[in-house]
């Protein structure tokens, strides 16, 4: 069982940056592929960002991919999403979730491959 708190979220000006963190909870954090979604209001869940067990990999969509980065830090059981160049259309509640029983290399872009997820965290970015 992981526990999974997003922080980090608000109100950020177009152009502007936030870094979202996600704190997991247990001892066996680098066992999961670790990734990051979002849903904007009246919009599917997408995804974000994914990183692979000991942050060897990782996989953006295309839609931030050279804006945001994301990375991990197993000794703290966290992972990160630094957001840059933000966009109106990336206001939305940034979730994240952990995939377990994946290969050390593997990334997960599917929400049905997470086993775990975060409440969630509201980013808005103001025009």
């Known amino acids: 069982q992981v526990q999974l708190v997003e922080s980090g979220g608000g109100l950020v000006q177009v152009g502007g940056s936030l870094v979202l963190s996600c704190a997991a909870s247990?001892?066996?954090?680098?066992?999961?592929?670790m990734g990051w979604f979002r849903q904007a209001p009246g919009k599917e869940r997408e995804f974000v960002a994914a990183i692979s067990r000991y942050g060897g990999t990782t996989y953006y969509a295309d839609s931030v991919k050279g804006r945001f980065t994301i990375s991990r830090d197993n000794a703290k059981n966290t992972v990160y999403l630094h957001m840059n160049s933000l966009k109106p259309e990336g206001t939305a509640v940034y979730y994240c979730a952990a995939a377990g029983a994946v290969s050390t290399y593997y990334l997960p872009t599917e929400s049905r491959e997470y086993h775990y997820w975060g409440q969630g965290t509201q980013v808005t970015v103001s025009s």
């Open positions: 247990g001892r066996t954090f680098s066992s999961y592929a």
